[in-house]
Protein backbone atom coordinates (compact mmCIF):
# COMPACT_ATOMS: atom_id res chain seq x y z
CA UNK A 1 0.00 0.00 0.00
CA UNK A 2 3.31 2.67 0.34
CA UNK A 3 3.04 5.04 -1.84
CA UNK A 4 0.00 4.38 -3.72
CA UNK A 5 -1.87 7.29 -4.68
CA UNK A 6 -2.53 9.83 -7.19
CA UNK A 7 0.29 12.37 -7.39
CA UNK A 8 -1.94 15.12 -6.29
CA UNK A 9 -3.32 12.72 -3.59
CA UNK A 10 0.66 12.34 -2.38
CA UNK A 11 1.45 16.11 -2.67
CA UNK A 12 -1.24 17.04 -0.27
CA UNK A 13 -0.67 14.61 1.99
CA UNK A 14 3.10 15.29 2.46
CA UNK A 15 2.17 18.97 2.84
CA UNK A 16 -0.11 17.97 5.63
CA UNK A 17 2.86 16.20 7.12
CA UNK A 18 5.41 18.66 6.64
CA UNK A 19 2.72 21.66 8.16
CA UNK A 20 2.98 19.42 11.15
CA UNK A 21 6.57 18.78 11.49
CA UNK A 22 6.83 22.30 11.41
CA UNK A 23 3.59 22.89 13.98
CA UNK A 24 5.82 20.06 16.06
CA UNK A 25 9.45 21.37 15.87
CA UNK A 26 9.08 25.30 15.41
CA UNK A 27 8.52 26.80 18.97
CA UNK A 28 11.15 23.97 19.92
CA UNK A 29 13.81 25.74 17.47
CA UNK A 30 12.40 29.19 17.90
CA UNK A 31 13.61 28.82 21.52
CA UNK A 32 16.91 27.58 20.93
CA UNK A 33 17.55 30.40 18.50
CA UNK A 34 16.44 32.93 20.64
CA UNK A 35 18.66 31.42 23.53
CA UNK A 36 22.46 32.28 21.91
CA UNK A 37 20.34 35.94 20.39
CA UNK A 38 21.90 39.03 22.27
CA UNK A 39 18.46 40.60 23.68
CA UNK A 40 18.92 43.51 20.84
CA UNK A 41 18.46 41.21 18.17
CA UNK A 42 15.13 39.21 20.21
CA UNK A 43 13.60 41.80 19.54
CA UNK A 44 14.52 43.37 16.79
CA UNK A 45 14.60 39.80 14.71
CA UNK A 46 12.89 37.31 16.00
CA UNK A 47 12.61 35.09 13.04
CA UNK A 48 16.12 34.94 11.47
CA UNK A 49 18.87 32.96 12.47
CA UNK A 50 21.16 34.65 15.07
CA UNK A 51 23.64 37.45 13.57
CA UNK A 52 25.78 36.92 16.07
CA UNK A 53 25.78 34.39 18.23
CA UNK A 54 25.81 34.82 21.96
CA UNK A 55 26.68 31.80 24.64
CA UNK A 56 26.42 34.16 27.31
CA UNK A 57 22.93 33.66 28.49
CA UNK A 58 23.97 29.56 28.96
CA UNK A 59 27.75 30.64 30.78
CA UNK A 60 25.62 32.84 33.17
CA UNK A 61 22.96 30.29 34.33
CA UNK A 62 25.24 27.82 34.51
CA UNK A 63 28.00 29.98 36.34
CA UNK A 64 25.19 31.64 38.95
CA UNK A 65 23.23 28.79 39.84
CA UNK A 66 23.80 25.38 40.49
CA UNK A 67 22.66 23.97 37.39
CA UNK A 68 25.38 21.14 36.92
CA UNK A 69 24.02 20.25 40.35
CA UNK A 70 20.84 19.74 39.96
CA UNK A 71 21.00 18.11 36.60
CA UNK A 72 23.27 15.27 38.34
CA UNK A 73 20.43 15.34 40.74
CA UNK A 74 18.01 14.55 38.21
CA UNK A 75 20.19 11.82 36.49
CA UNK A 76 20.84 10.46 39.78
CA UNK A 77 16.81 10.65 40.81
CA UNK A 78 15.65 8.72 37.38
CA UNK A 79 18.46 6.08 37.01
CA UNK A 80 18.18 5.09 41.03
CA UNK A 81 14.27 5.39 40.49
CA UNK A 82 14.41 3.17 37.48
CA UNK A 83 16.25 0.55 39.10
CA UNK A 84 14.27 0.22 42.07
CA UNK A 85 11.06 -0.11 39.59
CA UNK A 86 13.17 -2.90 37.42
CA UNK A 87 13.49 -4.92 40.27
CA UNK A 88 10.48 -4.19 42.31
CA UNK A 89 8.51 -5.25 39.26
CA UNK A 90 10.38 -8.21 37.90
CA UNK A 91 10.30 -10.10 41.20
CA UNK A 92 6.04 -10.34 41.11
CA UNK A 93 5.99 -10.74 37.76
CA UNK A 94 7.60 -14.17 36.89
CA UNK A 95 5.76 -15.22 40.14
CA UNK A 96 2.52 -13.88 38.76
CA UNK A 97 3.27 -15.23 35.10
CA UNK A 98 4.49 -18.41 36.14
CA UNK A 99 3.40 -19.73 39.31
CA UNK A 100 -0.55 -20.22 39.04
CA UNK A 101 -1.46 -20.03 42.65
CA UNK A 102 -4.96 -18.88 44.02
CA UNK A 103 -5.47 -14.72 43.80
CA UNK A 104 -2.57 -14.19 41.38
CA UNK A 105 -5.17 -12.51 38.79
CA UNK A 106 -6.47 -10.63 41.38
CA UNK A 107 -2.58 -9.51 42.55
CA UNK A 108 -2.48 -8.53 38.92
CA UNK A 109 -5.30 -6.32 38.50
CA UNK A 110 -4.48 -5.12 41.88
CA UNK A 111 -0.59 -4.24 40.52
CA UNK A 112 -2.43 -2.43 37.19
CA UNK A 113 -4.44 -0.63 39.44
CA UNK A 114 -2.04 2.03 40.09
CA UNK A 115 -2.24 3.22 36.73
CA UNK A 116 -5.59 4.45 37.17
CA UNK A 117 -4.63 6.20 39.49
CA UNK A 118 -2.71 8.89 40.14
CA UNK A 119 -0.24 9.23 42.87
CA UNK A 120 -0.92 13.14 42.87
CA UNK A 121 -4.01 12.29 44.70
CA UNK A 122 -2.41 10.95 47.36
CA UNK A 123 0.07 13.97 47.75
CA UNK A 124 -1.22 14.79 51.44
CA UNK A 125 -0.06 11.71 52.73
CA UNK A 126 3.41 11.42 50.61
CA UNK A 127 4.13 14.55 52.50
CA UNK A 128 2.76 13.42 55.59
CA UNK A 129 4.51 9.76 55.37
CA UNK A 130 8.25 11.08 54.18
CA UNK A 131 7.58 13.82 57.13
CA UNK A 132 7.34 10.82 59.04
CA UNK A 133 10.07 9.07 57.60
CA UNK A 134 12.52 12.24 57.69
CA UNK A 135 12.91 12.02 54.16
CA UNK A 136 11.38 15.51 53.19
CA UNK A 137 13.59 17.70 51.27
CA UNK A 138 16.02 14.17 50.38
CA UNK A 139 16.19 12.60 46.82
CA UNK A 140 15.43 9.56 48.30
CA UNK A 141 11.92 10.54 48.50
CA UNK A 142 11.53 11.46 45.13
CA UNK A 143 13.03 8.35 44.21
CA UNK A 144 10.56 6.27 46.42
CA UNK A 145 7.66 8.31 44.96
CA UNK A 146 8.44 7.34 41.53
CA UNK A 147 9.13 4.04 41.83
CA UNK A 148 5.69 3.23 43.05
CA UNK A 149 4.68 5.26 40.73
CA UNK A 150 6.56 3.01 37.81
CA UNK A 151 5.96 -0.57 39.33
CA UNK A 152 2.46 -0.88 37.39
CA UNK A 153 4.16 -0.06 34.19
CA UNK A 154 7.07 -2.61 35.13
CA UNK A 155 4.46 -5.21 36.16
CA UNK A 156 2.53 -5.23 33.07
CA UNK A 157 5.38 -5.19 30.52
CA UNK A 158 7.12 -7.80 32.12
CA UNK A 159 4.53 -9.86 33.07
CA UNK A 160 3.10 -10.42 29.46
CA UNK A 161 6.38 -11.20 28.61
CA UNK A 162 7.11 -13.84 30.99
CA UNK A 163 3.84 -15.34 29.87
CA UNK A 164 5.30 -15.80 25.85
CA UNK A 165 8.53 -17.64 27.58
CA UNK A 166 7.98 -21.07 26.59
CA UNK A 167 7.21 -23.06 29.68
CA UNK A 168 9.48 -25.95 28.30
CA UNK A 169 12.77 -23.63 28.93
CA UNK A 170 11.91 -23.56 32.72
CA UNK A 171 10.75 -27.50 32.75
CA UNK A 172 14.15 -28.21 31.72
CA UNK A 173 16.20 -26.28 34.08
CA UNK A 174 14.06 -28.06 36.96
CA UNK A 175 14.55 -31.07 35.33
CA UNK A 176 18.30 -30.78 35.77
CA UNK A 177 17.43 -29.61 39.26
CA UNK A 178 17.60 -25.94 38.93
CA UNK A 179 15.54 -24.03 41.55
CA UNK A 180 12.98 -20.91 41.01
CA UNK A 181 15.39 -18.68 41.69
CA UNK A 182 18.20 -20.49 39.07
CA UNK A 183 15.25 -20.31 36.57
CA UNK A 184 14.47 -16.98 37.35
CA UNK A 185 18.19 -15.51 36.87
CA UNK A 186 19.14 -17.72 34.28
CA UNK A 187 16.27 -18.22 32.11
CA UNK A 188 13.64 -15.56 32.48
CA UNK A 189 15.81 -12.22 32.86
CA UNK A 190 18.23 -13.40 29.92
CA UNK A 191 15.26 -13.37 27.75
CA UNK A 192 13.73 -10.20 29.11
CA UNK A 193 15.96 -7.73 27.73
CA UNK A 194 13.85 -6.09 24.97
CA UNK A 195 11.07 -5.73 28.32
CA UNK A 196 13.54 -3.80 30.30
CA UNK A 197 14.28 -1.75 27.53
CA UNK A 198 10.65 -0.80 26.97
CA UNK A 199 9.73 -0.81 31.02
CA UNK A 200 13.07 1.64 31.22
CA UNK A 201 12.46 3.87 28.12
CA UNK A 202 8.50 4.46 29.14
CA UNK A 203 9.41 5.22 32.97
CA UNK A 204 12.16 7.54 32.48
CA UNK A 205 10.73 10.37 30.96
CA UNK A 206 7.56 10.95 33.17
CA UNK A 207 10.56 10.86 35.90
CA UNK A 208 12.93 12.56 34.27
CA UNK A 209 10.37 16.16 33.13
CA UNK A 210 8.19 15.78 36.66
CA UNK A 211 7.99 18.77 38.14
CA UNK A 212 5.25 18.55 40.83
CA UNK A 213 6.76 15.80 43.37
CA UNK A 214 10.15 18.02 43.87
CA UNK A 215 7.95 21.13 43.88
CA UNK A 216 6.08 19.38 46.90
CA UNK A 217 9.14 17.28 48.78
CA UNK A 218 12.09 19.55 48.13
CA UNK A 219 12.83 22.88 49.26
CA UNK A 220 16.22 23.02 49.20
CA UNK A 221 18.34 24.47 46.17
CA UNK A 222 21.29 21.89 46.29
CA UNK A 223 18.01 18.97 46.10
CA UNK A 224 16.47 20.37 43.56
CA UNK A 225 15.99 18.19 40.11
CA UNK A 226 16.50 20.43 36.92
CA UNK A 227 12.16 21.00 36.17
CA UNK A 228 11.65 22.71 39.74
CA UNK A 229 15.23 24.68 39.25
CA UNK A 230 13.77 25.74 35.52
CA UNK A 231 10.41 27.44 37.11
CA UNK A 232 12.84 29.36 39.77
CA UNK A 233 14.98 30.42 37.04
CA UNK A 234 12.33 31.64 35.00
CA UNK A 235 11.02 33.79 37.71
CA UNK A 236 14.27 34.85 38.58
CA UNK A 237 15.34 36.18 34.76
CA UNK A 238 11.57 36.98 33.64
CA UNK A 239 12.44 40.17 31.80
CA UNK A 240 16.13 38.68 30.65
CA UNK A 241 14.58 37.00 27.75
CA UNK A 242 17.91 35.61 26.45
CA UNK A 243 18.55 34.65 29.70
CA UNK A 244 14.90 32.87 29.94
CA UNK A 245 15.50 30.85 26.60
CA UNK A 246 18.72 30.10 27.38
CA UNK A 247 17.66 27.72 30.50
CA UNK A 248 14.60 26.78 28.97
CA UNK A 249 16.75 25.40 26.22
CA UNK A 250 18.70 23.41 29.22
CA UNK A 251 15.49 22.03 30.73
CA UNK A 252 14.62 20.37 27.15
CA UNK A 253 17.48 20.13 24.40
CA UNK A 254 19.79 16.96 26.50
CA UNK A 255 16.62 14.63 26.53
CA UNK A 256 15.82 15.41 22.46
CA UNK A 257 19.06 14.98 21.50
CA UNK A 258 19.85 11.54 23.49
CA UNK A 259 16.00 10.84 22.03
CA UNK A 260 17.32 11.73 18.30
CA UNK A 261 20.29 9.53 19.11
CA UNK A 262 18.06 6.36 20.00
CA UNK A 263 14.91 7.42 18.61
CA UNK A 264 14.49 3.68 16.89
CA UNK A 265 14.46 2.03 20.20
CA UNK A 266 13.06 4.68 22.06
CA UNK A 267 9.96 4.34 19.68
CA UNK A 268 9.67 0.36 19.96
CA UNK A 269 9.84 0.76 23.42
CA UNK A 270 6.87 2.79 23.50
CA UNK A 271 5.38 0.65 21.22
CA UNK A 272 6.07 -2.69 23.04
CA UNK A 273 4.71 -0.66 26.28
CA UNK A 274 1.73 0.43 24.42
CA UNK A 275 0.98 -3.27 22.60
CA UNK A 276 1.00 -4.83 26.21
CA UNK A 277 -1.54 -2.29 27.57
CA UNK B 1 -6.50 -25.93 40.81
CA UNK B 2 -5.57 -29.71 41.50
CA UNK B 3 -1.86 -28.46 40.00
CA UNK B 4 -2.29 -24.83 40.94
CA UNK B 5 -2.25 -26.14 44.62
CA UNK B 6 0.48 -28.09 44.63
CA UNK B 7 2.59 -25.55 43.27
CA UNK B 8 1.39 -23.20 45.90
CA UNK B 9 2.80 -25.67 48.18
CA UNK B 10 5.92 -26.24 46.47
CA UNK B 11 6.82 -22.62 45.99
CA UNK B 12 5.33 -20.83 49.19
CA UNK B 13 8.79 -19.49 50.38
CA UNK B 14 9.48 -18.46 46.26
CA UNK B 15 5.85 -16.44 45.90
CA UNK B 16 6.23 -15.03 49.21
CA UNK B 17 9.83 -13.99 48.81
CA UNK B 18 9.70 -12.51 45.44
CA UNK B 19 5.66 -10.83 46.42
CA UNK B 20 6.04 -9.38 49.44
CA UNK B 21 8.73 -6.35 49.25
CA UNK B 22 7.03 -4.99 46.07
CA UNK B 23 3.80 -5.60 47.56
CA UNK B 24 4.62 -4.14 50.62
CA UNK B 25 6.40 -1.09 48.97
CA UNK B 26 3.38 -0.35 46.35
CA UNK B 27 0.84 -0.64 49.03
CA UNK B 28 2.62 1.88 51.09
CA UNK B 29 3.98 4.15 48.69
CA UNK B 30 0.68 4.31 45.92
CA UNK B 31 -2.27 2.67 47.20
CA UNK B 32 -2.34 3.69 50.87
CA UNK B 33 -1.82 6.95 50.59
CA UNK B 34 -4.03 7.72 47.61
CA UNK B 35 -7.31 5.36 49.71
CA UNK B 36 -5.88 6.95 52.99
CA UNK B 37 -6.79 10.68 51.46
CA UNK B 38 -10.57 9.33 52.29
CA UNK B 39 -9.91 9.70 55.43
CA UNK B 40 -8.48 12.53 55.93
CA UNK B 41 -11.19 14.17 54.61
CA UNK B 42 -13.10 13.51 57.70
CA UNK B 43 -10.65 15.81 59.77
CA UNK B 44 -9.69 19.32 60.03
CA UNK B 45 -5.78 20.43 60.45
CA UNK B 46 -3.34 21.62 58.76
CA UNK B 47 -1.00 19.34 56.11
CA UNK B 48 1.19 18.14 58.97
CA UNK B 49 -0.96 18.00 62.14
CA UNK B 50 -4.41 16.60 62.21
CA UNK B 51 -6.49 18.50 64.68
CA UNK B 52 -10.16 16.70 64.94
CA UNK B 53 -12.70 14.50 63.42
CA UNK B 54 -15.33 16.78 61.67
CA UNK B 55 -16.73 13.89 59.83
CA UNK B 56 -18.44 15.60 56.32
CA UNK B 57 -18.23 19.17 57.32
CA UNK B 58 -15.61 19.51 54.63
CA UNK B 59 -17.34 18.16 52.08
CA UNK B 60 -20.41 20.47 53.13
CA UNK B 61 -17.74 23.52 52.86
CA UNK B 62 -16.33 22.44 49.69
CA UNK B 63 -20.02 22.15 47.76
CA UNK B 64 -22.43 24.75 49.54
CA UNK B 65 -20.02 27.04 51.37
CA UNK B 66 -18.86 30.44 49.43
CA UNK B 67 -15.52 30.72 49.09
CA UNK B 68 -14.98 27.32 48.67
CA UNK B 69 -17.64 26.04 46.55
CA UNK B 70 -17.23 29.03 44.04
CA UNK B 71 -13.59 28.21 43.88
CA UNK B 72 -14.84 24.13 43.77
CA UNK B 73 -16.97 24.70 40.84
CA UNK B 74 -15.21 26.86 38.74
CA UNK B 75 -12.29 24.47 38.88
CA UNK B 76 -14.68 21.70 38.09
CA UNK B 77 -15.99 23.24 34.95
CA UNK B 78 -12.28 24.40 33.51
CA UNK B 79 -11.23 21.08 34.47
CA UNK B 80 -13.98 19.59 32.57
CA UNK B 81 -13.80 22.19 29.54
CA UNK B 82 -9.51 21.29 29.74
CA UNK B 83 -10.49 17.62 29.09
CA UNK B 84 -13.30 17.79 27.12
CA UNK B 85 -11.56 19.88 24.26
CA UNK B 86 -7.78 17.89 24.88
CA UNK B 87 -9.53 14.62 24.51
CA UNK B 88 -11.12 15.98 21.64
CA UNK B 89 -7.97 16.82 19.58
CA UNK B 90 -6.34 13.62 21.01
CA UNK B 91 -8.84 11.25 19.57
CA UNK B 92 -8.85 13.40 16.10
CA UNK B 93 -5.81 15.27 14.93
CA UNK B 94 -3.28 12.26 16.10
CA UNK B 95 -5.59 9.79 14.55
CA UNK B 96 -6.25 11.40 10.81
CA UNK B 97 -1.69 12.05 11.08
CA UNK B 98 -1.48 7.94 11.99
CA UNK B 99 -3.53 7.25 9.37
CA UNK B 100 -1.63 9.47 6.67
CA UNK B 101 1.65 7.85 8.15
CA UNK B 102 0.54 4.31 7.85
CA UNK B 103 0.14 5.04 3.51
CA UNK B 104 3.03 7.31 2.67
CA UNK B 105 6.91 6.60 2.48
CA UNK B 106 9.38 8.29 4.99
CA UNK B 107 6.91 7.13 7.47
CA UNK B 108 9.55 6.66 10.23
CA UNK B 109 11.17 10.13 9.61
CA UNK B 110 7.66 11.77 10.58
CA UNK B 111 7.21 9.50 13.11
CA UNK B 112 10.60 10.29 15.01
CA UNK B 113 9.89 14.50 14.41
CA UNK B 114 6.26 14.03 16.02
CA UNK B 115 6.72 12.52 18.82
CA UNK B 116 9.89 15.48 20.01
CA UNK B 117 7.37 17.95 21.84
CA UNK B 118 6.26 15.19 24.27
CA UNK B 119 10.00 15.22 25.16
CA UNK B 120 9.90 18.81 26.47
CA UNK B 121 9.24 19.08 30.39
CA UNK B 122 5.21 20.27 30.78
CA UNK B 123 6.45 23.36 32.54
CA UNK B 124 8.93 24.39 30.09
CA UNK B 125 5.96 24.12 27.51
CA UNK B 126 3.87 26.03 29.47
CA UNK B 127 6.37 28.94 29.81
CA UNK B 128 7.30 28.64 26.58
CA UNK B 129 4.09 29.25 25.10
CA UNK B 130 3.54 32.09 27.91
CA UNK B 131 6.76 33.73 25.77
CA UNK B 132 5.17 33.16 22.57
CA UNK B 133 1.68 34.10 22.92
CA UNK B 134 2.85 37.18 25.21
CA UNK B 135 0.81 40.30 23.55
CA UNK B 136 3.59 43.10 24.24
CA UNK B 137 6.55 40.74 22.80
CA UNK B 138 5.35 37.61 21.32
CA UNK B 139 6.17 35.88 18.05
CA UNK B 140 2.89 35.09 17.37
CA UNK B 141 1.24 38.24 16.88
CA UNK B 142 4.49 39.59 15.75
CA UNK B 143 3.59 37.08 12.85
CA UNK B 144 0.15 37.96 12.78
CA UNK B 145 0.38 41.50 12.28
CA UNK B 146 3.70 40.72 9.47
CA UNK B 147 0.94 38.95 7.49
CA UNK B 148 -1.83 41.58 8.06
CA UNK B 149 -3.71 39.37 10.10
CA UNK B 150 -3.41 41.68 12.62
CA UNK B 151 -7.25 41.18 13.21
CA UNK B 152 -6.68 37.94 14.76
CA UNK B 153 -4.36 39.20 17.85
CA UNK B 154 -5.74 38.44 21.56
CA UNK B 155 -4.56 38.51 24.55
CA UNK B 156 -4.47 34.41 23.72
CA UNK B 157 -3.87 33.40 27.71
CA UNK B 158 -5.29 36.65 29.21
CA UNK B 159 -8.82 35.82 27.57
CA UNK B 160 -11.56 34.92 29.97
CA UNK B 161 -13.00 32.55 26.83
CA UNK B 162 -9.73 31.27 25.12
CA UNK B 163 -7.84 30.88 27.51
CA UNK B 164 -8.65 27.58 28.47
CA UNK B 165 -9.05 26.62 24.37
CA UNK B 166 -5.67 27.75 24.27
CA UNK B 167 -4.41 25.69 26.82
CA UNK B 168 -6.38 22.80 25.79
CA UNK B 169 -4.55 23.14 22.49
CA UNK B 170 -0.93 23.84 23.89
CA UNK B 171 -1.70 20.41 25.49
CA UNK B 172 -2.58 18.95 22.48
CA UNK B 173 0.79 20.12 20.69
CA UNK B 174 2.73 18.54 23.63
CA UNK B 175 0.88 15.23 23.80
CA UNK B 176 0.66 14.72 20.04
CA UNK B 177 3.54 11.74 20.64
CA UNK B 178 2.29 9.50 22.56
CA UNK B 179 -1.89 8.91 20.95
CA UNK B 180 -0.41 9.61 17.91
CA UNK B 181 2.06 6.11 18.07
CA UNK B 182 -0.64 4.45 19.99
CA UNK B 183 -3.18 4.88 17.01
CA UNK B 184 -0.13 4.11 14.80
CA UNK B 185 0.26 0.60 16.57
CA UNK B 186 -3.16 0.07 16.61
CA UNK B 187 -3.48 0.51 12.78
CA UNK B 188 -0.56 -1.55 11.80
CA UNK B 189 -1.69 -4.49 14.31
CA UNK B 190 -5.22 -4.70 11.87
CA UNK B 191 -5.12 -7.46 9.62
CA UNK B 192 -4.61 -6.35 6.48
CA UNK B 193 -6.35 -9.14 4.52
CA UNK B 194 -9.56 -7.83 5.58
CA UNK B 195 -8.62 -3.94 4.45
CA UNK B 196 -7.63 -5.97 0.95
CA UNK B 197 -10.82 -7.60 0.49
CA UNK B 198 -13.08 -4.51 1.41
CA UNK B 199 -10.82 -2.77 -0.97
CA UNK B 200 -11.71 -5.32 -3.93
CA UNK B 201 -15.56 -4.82 -2.91
CA UNK B 202 -14.95 -1.58 -3.75
CA UNK B 203 -14.84 0.19 -0.76
CA UNK B 204 -13.05 3.31 -0.87
CA UNK B 205 -10.34 4.78 1.69
CA UNK B 206 -12.45 6.80 3.47
CA UNK B 207 -15.14 3.75 4.03
CA UNK B 208 -12.40 1.25 4.78
CA UNK B 209 -11.27 4.21 7.49
CA UNK B 210 -14.71 4.32 8.97
CA UNK B 211 -16.14 0.88 8.83
CA UNK B 212 -13.12 -1.04 9.73
CA UNK B 213 -10.47 1.19 10.68
CA UNK B 214 -11.88 3.49 13.53
CA UNK B 215 -14.22 0.64 14.75
CA UNK B 216 -10.74 -2.03 15.42
CA UNK B 217 -9.31 1.13 17.08
CA UNK B 218 -12.29 1.55 19.16
CA UNK B 219 -10.08 0.42 22.75
CA UNK B 220 -7.10 2.97 21.45
CA UNK B 221 -9.49 5.51 21.58
CA UNK B 222 -10.30 4.60 25.14
CA UNK B 223 -6.35 4.31 25.84
CA UNK B 224 -6.03 7.98 24.47
CA UNK B 225 -9.13 9.13 26.37
CA UNK B 226 -8.22 7.08 30.04
CA UNK B 227 -4.76 8.93 29.45
CA UNK B 228 -6.04 12.15 28.80
CA UNK B 229 -8.47 11.92 31.91
CA UNK B 230 -5.89 10.61 34.14
CA UNK B 231 -3.18 13.48 33.13
CA UNK B 232 -6.03 16.45 33.10
CA UNK B 233 -7.95 15.43 36.38
CA UNK B 234 -4.62 16.59 38.40
CA UNK B 235 -3.29 18.72 35.67
CA UNK B 236 -1.23 21.42 37.28
CA UNK B 237 2.92 21.66 35.69
CA UNK B 238 0.94 23.61 32.12
CA UNK B 239 -1.56 25.64 34.31
CA UNK B 240 1.48 26.78 36.72
CA UNK B 241 3.89 28.14 34.59
CA UNK B 242 1.33 29.33 31.70
CA UNK B 243 -1.24 30.67 33.83
CA UNK B 244 0.11 31.01 37.30
CA UNK B 245 -0.91 28.49 40.45
CA UNK B 246 -4.11 30.55 40.78
CA UNK B 247 -5.35 29.73 36.94
CA UNK B 248 -5.09 33.56 35.51
CA UNK B 249 -7.00 35.23 34.21
CA UNK B 250 -8.95 35.68 37.38
CA UNK B 251 -9.19 31.82 38.36
CA UNK B 252 -10.52 31.20 34.97
CA UNK B 253 -7.81 28.48 34.54
CA UNK B 254 -7.91 27.50 37.83
CA UNK B 255 -8.35 23.71 37.78
CA UNK B 256 -8.31 20.94 40.20
CA UNK B 257 -4.88 20.51 40.26
CA UNK B 258 -4.26 23.83 41.29
CA UNK B 259 -6.56 24.43 43.42
CA UNK B 260 -5.48 20.70 45.65
CA UNK B 261 -2.12 22.48 45.64
CA UNK B 262 -3.35 25.71 46.84
CA UNK B 263 -5.53 23.92 49.45
CA UNK B 264 -2.46 22.03 50.64
CA UNK B 265 -0.04 24.25 50.74
CA UNK B 266 -2.32 28.19 51.29
CA UNK B 267 -1.74 30.86 48.95
CA UNK B 268 -2.51 34.25 50.85
CA UNK B 269 -3.05 36.42 47.80
CA UNK B 270 -6.24 33.62 47.25
CA UNK B 271 -7.79 34.06 50.77
CA UNK B 272 -7.02 29.91 51.16
CA UNK B 273 -4.52 28.47 53.87
CA UNK B 274 -3.22 25.56 54.40
CA UNK B 275 -5.95 23.40 54.85
CA UNK B 276 -5.60 19.38 55.30
CA UNK B 277 -9.66 18.54 55.23
CA UNK B 278 -10.80 20.28 52.28
CA UNK B 279 -7.45 19.54 50.08
CA UNK B 280 -8.48 15.41 51.35
CA UNK B 281 -12.15 16.31 50.32
CA UNK B 282 -11.16 17.70 46.93
CA UNK B 283 -8.48 14.67 46.43
CA UNK B 284 -11.14 12.75 46.72
CA UNK B 285 -14.18 14.01 44.99
CA UNK B 286 -11.12 14.33 42.18
CA UNK B 287 -10.66 10.55 42.93
CA UNK B 288 -14.52 9.60 42.36
CA UNK B 289 -14.34 11.22 39.44
CA UNK B 290 -11.38 9.70 38.08
CA UNK B 291 -13.22 5.72 38.44
CA UNK B 292 -16.50 6.93 37.24
CA UNK B 293 -14.70 8.50 33.99
CA UNK B 294 -12.67 5.68 33.76
CA UNK B 295 -15.32 2.93 33.94
CA UNK B 296 -17.39 4.97 31.67
CA UNK B 297 -14.57 5.38 29.03
CA UNK B 298 -14.48 1.38 29.23
CA UNK B 299 -17.96 0.67 28.52
CA UNK B 300 -18.09 2.64 25.92
CA UNK B 301 -15.06 1.62 24.05
CA UNK B 302 -14.76 -1.94 25.15
CA UNK B 303 -14.18 -3.93 21.47
CA UNK B 304 -17.62 -5.37 20.58
CA UNK B 305 -18.21 -9.03 20.45
CA UNK B 306 -14.91 -9.48 21.61
CA UNK B 307 -13.75 -10.68 25.56
Redesign the interface.
Given at each position: MRGSGRIPVRIALYTVLAVQAFIALYPIVLMALTSVKTNNEIFTHPYSLPRTWVTGNYATIITQSSYLRYYANSVIVTAASITVILGLSLLPSYVIAKLKFRGSGLLYLYFLAGMMIPLRLGTLNIVRTMNWLSLTDSLLALIVVYAAIGIPYGVLIFTGFIREIPEELSNAARMDGASEYGIFARIIVPNLRPAIAAAAIINALPIWNDFWFPLILISSDAKKTFPLATANLFGQYQTDFGLVFAALSLASLPMIIVYLLISKQYLRGIETGALKG | ?Q???R??RG?LH??IL??A???L??T??????????LR?SLYSGK??RIDRFVGLANFHRLFFVPPFNTAFFNAFRNTLELFVILAAIQNTIPLV?AV??????F??F???????????????VG???K??LNPV?G?LD??LRFIHLGLLVRPWLGDAHLAIPVIALIGG?VY?G?PF??FL?GIN?ID?EMIEAARIDGAGEIAVTRRIIIPLLLPVFG?VT?LAL?GN??Q??LI??AANAWGDPAYRTDVF?TL?YRS?FGANNTGITSD?GL??AL?SV??VI??VG?ILVLRFTRRRGAS
Open positions: - | MRGQALNVIFLPTLFYAFLILPVFDSLLLFIISRVRASFRVVFFIPSLVPLIVFLFMIWVKAWFLVLASHITIITFDYSGFMLAAAMFVLE
